[in-house]
C-alpha cells in the first residue's frame, strides 16, 4: 500500500521561495520587537491571560497580528520544503525521511530538555517560541545532507 502523503515535487520550490525571506522577516520583527499600527485588529481568542490586564475565556482582543503572519508562513513554508517529494522518489529516499524525521525529533527534544534544566524566565519563553520551528529545521538539513551524500555516493559508484 503506498501512501501519498506528500506535497507535489515543485511545492519544495515554491516553499524555499517564501520560507527565505520571511525568515529575514521574522529575525527583523522579533529583534526589533515590530508591530506596525496597520496590523493592529481586534480578534478572536480562546484564552487570554494579559501580564497586567485582563483575563478571560472565549471572547475578542486587541492583538497586533505581524507576529501569527509571519508564524503561519514560516510553518507553511517549511512544510512545503521539508514534505515535498524529491525529483527521485523511491523507497531509499523514503526511508532517509523517516530516518531524518526521527532524528530531527530526537534532537529537538534534546534541545528542548536541555533548555527545561538550564534555561529560565523569558529566555526559556523564546525556547520555546523558537522550539517550534527547529523540529522542521533540523529535519530539512539532515534529510537534504543525508539525499547529498546518497547523491555523492552514487555519481562515485559511476
Given at each position: 500500500?503506498?501512501?501519498?502523503?506528500?506535497?507535489?515535487?515543485?511545492?519544495?520550490?515554491?516553499?524555499?521561495?517564501i520560507?527565505?525571506?520571511?525568515?529575514?522577516?521574522?529575525?527583523?520583527?522579533?529583534?526589533?520587537?515590530?508591530?506596525?499600527?496597520?496590523?493592529?485588529?481586534?480578534?478572536?481568542?480562546?484564552?487570554?491571560?494579559?501580564?497586567?490586564?485582563?483575563?478571560?475565556?472565549?471572547?475578542m482582543?486587541?492583538n497586533?497580528?505581524?507576529?501569527?503572519?509571519?508564524?503561519?508562513?514560516?510553518?507553511?513554508?517549511?512544510?512545503?520544503?521539508?514534505?515535498?517529494?524529491?525529483?527521485?522518489?523511491?523507497?531509499?529516499?523514503?526511508?532517509?525521511?523517516?530516518?531524518?524525521?526521527?532524528?530531527?525529533?530526537?534532537?529537538?527534544?534534546?534541545?528542548?530538555?536541555?533548555?527545561?534544566?538550564?534555561i529560565?524566565?523569558?529566555?526559556?519563553?523564546?525556547?520555546?517560541?523558537?522550539?517550534?520551528?527547529?523540529?522542521?529545521?533540523?529535519?530539512?538539513?539532515?534529510?537534504?545532507?543525508?539525499?547529498?551524500?546518497?547523491?555523492k555516493?552514487?555519481?562515485?559508484?559511476?
Amino acid at each position: 500500500m503506498k501512501l501519498n502523503y506528500l506535497f507535489p515535487h515543485r511545492f519544495k520550490r515554491i516553499g524555499t521561495l517564501i520560507l527565505i525571506p520571511f525568515i529575514l522577516i521574522g529575525w527583523y520583527v522579533v529583534n526589533y520587537d515590530i508591530e506596525p499600527e496597520m496590523f493592529d485588529f481586534t480578534v478572536p481568542a480562546i484564552f487570554v491571560d494579559e501580564i497586567m490586564g485582563e483575563k478571560f475565556v472565549f471572547g475578542m482582543t486587541e492583538n497586533n497580528i505581524l507576529n501569527e503572519i509571519v508564524g503561519v508562513v514560516l510553518i507553511i513554508s517549511f512544510l512545503m520544503v521539508a514534505f515535498s517529494k524529491e525529483k527521485q522518489e523511491d523507497e531509499l529516499i523514503a526511508k532517509i525521511r523517516l530516518d531524518s524525521l526521527v532524528w530531527a525529533t530526537y534532537v529537538n527534544y534534546a534541545v528542548l530538555l536541555f533548555s527545561m534544566l538550564f534555561i529560565y524566565g523569558m529566555s526559556f519563553l523564546w525556547v520555546m517560541i523558537f522550539n517550534m520551528f527547529t523540529i522542521l529545521l533540523f529535519f530539512i538539513v539532515r534529510f537534504n545532507w543525508q539525499v547529498k551524500k546518497l547523491n555523492k555516493t552514487m555519481t562515485h559508484e559511476e
